[in-house]
């Protein structure tokens, strides 16, 4: 159900996502250590004799180069000096040398503070203690394996996101609310660098889910709330599947003992198809000639159902376009006449974008409490779910999935919003 919709969303959300690791991978991006300022107060500490700790203001001492140690004369006879021997006369043998003196190792000079110096630290007070040095150590490996989610990563999604969604029959307002959604969902997010997909995902489930999260009605509840049978109308466009669904919503409700009334007086043989519903459900059918008014038929069947002691009749309509002025006052009237406890407009899911108008145009004639959706098991894209659910602000009570009166399953929003994102 709905493949083509989540595929592309699974296009969009990897394509994104490997973006994001290319980018991640550069070195300077993803490597390079936070700079650490060190307050004035501290000065590394020495690692030679040589290296002074000089406090601030004052000027760092000369270093004074080492004292040459004069080499003793070569000497030949006792108390006399060797003679000075030119080139050819150099001996052939080398003279023995005394042993070299340990060369002493001059202690660092003292530096005489002026009067009235603030004493710094001491040397072992100014190395870092384990917690700070744990603290910068822990901030340069979050750099390394976390990244955040900034606005141009986001809008590089959103773009993606947006184009697989109006590919897919969801409407433009209804687009551009899922995007604004997820990208107020992801913006300044710091996530591991391995959970990026795991995380876009989740955000866009959330926003699927707001999308199409409406408030439920149970049926079963609202009618043991009450004393007299409830009263469900059904209408929507021509060849939508109302009557079908009718039979599939008697059926599941088959324990109130349901009351068919054949409203569709107009479209030939629609008496004769519900009639046939009826028979085989064991359900009772309350029908007028062709051409009769449709506000009647239902009138008498809620007459009958409260004679008959049944609890819920379902009333079918003749299918009109929203544009036709005669159908839609027909439509006013039945609903002005018998007050139906719902209004419940059938939707065909491979209308696609032109839910969207359809659902605003019969909500501003009768308003509508509910949406079904039909030929749900042929309709790959799936974006009409989102379109008709964002746009009514109304429950979508049941998907049809076929044509058995078993295949009408509910629609659960966050069953559905799972489902695409996987």
């Known amino acids: 159900m709905f493949d083509s919709l989540k595929k592309r969303l699974k296009q969009a959300v990897e394509k994104v996502t490997g973006i994001i690791s290319k980018e991640e991978a550069r070195p300077e991006k993803s490597m390079q250590a936070p700079d650490v300022t060190m307050p004035d107060s501290q000065v590394s500490v020495p690692r030679h004799e040589e290296d002074v700790p000089v406090r601030r203001g004052e ?25 000075v021997l030119g080139p050819a ?49 822990a901030g340069v490996l979050q750099r390394i394996t976390e990244t955040t989610l900034d606005a141009p990563a986001v809008d590089k999604l959103l773009d993606e996101l947006k184009l697989a969604l109006l590919e897919n029959d969801v409407a433009l307002e209804v687009a551009e609310a899922i995007c604004s959604d997820v990208r107020n969902r992801l913006i300044g997010t710091r996530v591991g660098r391995g959970n990026v997909e795991a995380t876009i995902k989740t955000a866009l489930r959330e926003a699927l889910l707001h999308v199409m999260q409406q408030e439920t009605i149970d049926i079963d509840a609202l009618i043991a709330s009450r004393d007299k049978p409830l009263v469900a109308v059904f209408f929507g466009f021509n060849g939508v599947g109302k009557t079908t669904t009718i039979a599939k919503f008697a059926h599941r409700f088959r324990q109130h003992r349901p009351v068919l009334a054949a409203g569709d007086t107009f479209r030939a043989a629609s008496i004769e198809q519900l009639e046939e519903h ?84 019969f909500d501003a004639a009768v308003g509508v409490d509910a949406v079904i959706l039909t030929k749900v098991d042929v309709y790959e894209k799936g974006g009409a779910a989102l379109s008709a659910a964002y746009t009514l602000r109304k429950p979508v009570l049941f998907l049809g999935t076929g044509q058995e009166y078993g295949e009408l399953k509910e629609f659960v929003a966050g069953e559905i919003a799972s489902n695409l994102i996987t």
């Open 59 to 83: 000027s760092k001492p000369a270093r004074e180069p080492p004292v040459p140690i004069p080499e003793p004369p070569i000497s030949t006879a006792a108390g006399s000096p060797a003679p």
């Open 89 to 137: 006369e150099e001996p052939t043998k080398e003279p023995v040398l005394p042993k070299e003196k340990k060369r002493a190792v001059k202690p660092a000079p003292r530096i005489q503070e002026p009067a009235g110096a603030v004493h710094a630290e001491p040397t072992e007070a100014r190395i870092r203690k384990p917690a700070e040095r744990k603290g910068i150590l």
């Open 278 to 361: 009826g028979r085989r459900l064991g359900a009772r059918v309350i029908k007028h000639t062709y051409g009769a008014d449709s506000a009647a038929v239902i009138f008498d069947a809620v007459r009958h159902a409260s004679a008959s002691g049944s609890r819920l009749v379902l009333a079918d309509t003749a299918g009109r376009s929203h544009a036709n002025t005669n159908l839609m006052d027909e439509l006013k009237k039945v609903c002005k006449v018998n007050k139906p406890d719902l209004k419940i407009l059938v939707l065909d899911s491979l209308t696609g974008n032109d839910i969207y108008s359809q659902s605003k145009l």
